[in-house]
């Protein structure tokens, strides 16, 4: 299985909540209203991709290795 890496660019990210509520072991919001990555094992492979394809600003990346 490939593995992958995920990269969020905290700059670009406008605090909307997207990710979070679809993947929110993965992703939360922090006092400043940006989204705090934090990691993926707990949650799965197709809630980040939603999670990325869902982000208004696309600032969430998969980078496959
Ligand atoms: S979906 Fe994108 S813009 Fe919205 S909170 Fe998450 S990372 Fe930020």
């Known amino acids: 299985m490939t593995k992958k890496e995920i990269y ?3 700059l670009h990210c406008k605090g909307c ?3 979070e509520e679809v993947a929110p072991e993965a ?3 922090d006092d400043s209203e940006k989204v705090d990555y934090l990691g993926d094992d ?3 492979p197709e809630k980040i991709e939603m999670a990325a394809n869902l982000c208004p600003t696309k600032c969430i990346e998969i980078i496959e290795e």
């Open 8 to 10: 969020v660019d905290r």
């Open 27 to 29: 992703f939360r919001l």
């Open 17 to 19: 909540g997207a990710c």
């Open 42 to 44: 707990k949650t799965s």
